[in-house]
Structure formats: structure tokens, C-alpha cells
């Protein structure tokens, strides 16, 4: 199976693109996987969506994106993509990093880059090796950024659950004041209590005795 859609994106914006199959909307699901990818570092990935498999490579800042169905061979996906990169570097590097289009010329000579480019039939078991340890690499550098940007978040819980511990323990040592607060004032009034009973019973006492006398 051939490669079904490629495009060259900057940031969230997608430079120039190439369908060669109306199967599915390539072009949306590559905008919206634009958002989830970081272009800080150079990296490769792969993201699922349907049936499809969405090879991403990104190098200089600039993401070299292609579809497949998920049996087309990553080393050939990849290659696919090298092939692209090694083409329109010069094009790349020539666009400023503030501009959202290629001329129209360029536009045109990459799209033809992309159509006739079906990438290196190199398929060795070190290159699918190297392949796995570049995707996981890249897996495991965006979800160290997706961390490090929740990390103002998390510090922001971790004060606020001091905060709730510290409350709680002045909240532990105020009740344990009031209940001995409580406690001793209760006490006083049982022994008045007390005292007073037992002056109503002496004094009981004392007029049965007199009356008896």
C-alpha cells in the first residue's frame, strides 16, 4: 500500500500537504494531531487514529508528517519522510519561522516531492530496531514535557494539600482545647452540684434530728 497523505507543518500550522487517497480526512486528523506535538526537539512518533497510522518526524522546529494503514512498513514510512526532509530543507530554512505559507512555487515543487517520493526499500532488522528505540524516545520526551508543563499544577496541589494538613491539625489541637475547656467546666459543675445536695441532705438531717429531740 502506498503512502496515503504527507504534509510539512510548522507549529500547529500546516505548510503543504498531499492527499492520494479520498479514504479518510487526513488533513483534519493531522491538524489536531498538531496540537499534541512538541517541535523543541528533534523526535520521531506515531499516532492511531482509525484504521490509520500517522507518522510523525520532527527536525528543526518543522514537523514531516505521512498516513498509512497500520501493515505499511514504519522503516518505509520513515524513509518516506527522510526523503521529504532531505528535499525540502533548503525550502524549510528558507521560510520564516513567522510565516504560515510557502510561495506558491515552493508549494508546488515539495507537493511533487511528496508524490513521487515512496521512500528507500531499506527493511533490515537493525533499522527497524533503531526505528523502535527513535519512537519510543519520542514518546518518552513528550510525556516528560507534558509532565514539566502540569508541574506548576501539581506544585500548586502539593501547597494547597500542606495547607489543608496544617488546618487540620490546628482544627485537632482547637477541638482537643474546647472538649478539656468543656471537660473541666462540666467537672465544677458536678461537684457544686454535689456540695450543694450535700448541704441539702445535712441540713435535712439536722431538722429531722432537732424536730425528733
Known amino acids: 500500500m502506498p503512502i496515503l497523505y504527507s504534509c510539512v507543518a510548522r507549529e500547529k500550522n500546516i505548510l503543504v500537504d498531499h492527499t492520494s487517497s479520498n479514504e479518510g480526512s487526513f488533513s483534519q486528523v493531522a491538524s489536531s494531531a498538531l496540537h499534541n506535538i512538541s517541535t523543541s526537539s528533534d523526535y520521531k512518533t506515531i499516532y492511531e487514529a482509525d484504521q490509520y497510522l500517522f507518522f510523525v518526524y520532527v527536525k ?12 505499511y512498513s514504519r522503516t518505509k514510512a520513515y524513509d518516506h519522510l527522510l526523503d521529504i526532509i532531505e528535499k525540502t530543507e533548503s525550502y524549510t530554512d528558507k521560510t520564516d519561522s513567522q510565516d504560515s505559507e510557502f510561495t506558491q512555487q515552493q508549494r508546488e515543487e515539495i507537493t511533487k516531492i511528496m508524490t513521487n517520493s515512496s521512500g528507500k526499500p531499506v527493511n533490515t532488522k537493525l533499522t527497524k530496531l533503531q526505528d523502535d528505540v527513535d519512537e519510543l524516545q519520542g514518546i518518552m520526551i513528550h510525556n516528560v514535557e507534558q509532565i514539566l508543563k502540569r508541574g506548576d499544577k501539581l506544585d500548586d496541589l502539593m501547597e494547597k494539600s500542606d495547607l489543608l494538613e496544617l488546618q487540620a491539625q490546628t482544627f485537632a489541637k482547637t477541638t482537643k482545647k474546647v472538649h478539656k475547656k468543656y471537660w473541666y467546666k462540666n467537672a465544677r459543675y458536678k461537684v457544686l452540684l454535689g456540695v450543694i445536695i450535700g448541704i441539702v441532705v445535712v441540713t435535712v438531717l439536722v431538722i429531722i434530728i432537732v424536730v425528733a429531740t
Open 60 to 71: 528543526s522546529g518543522v514537523t514531516y508528517l505521512c498516513a498509512a494503514e497500520k501493515d
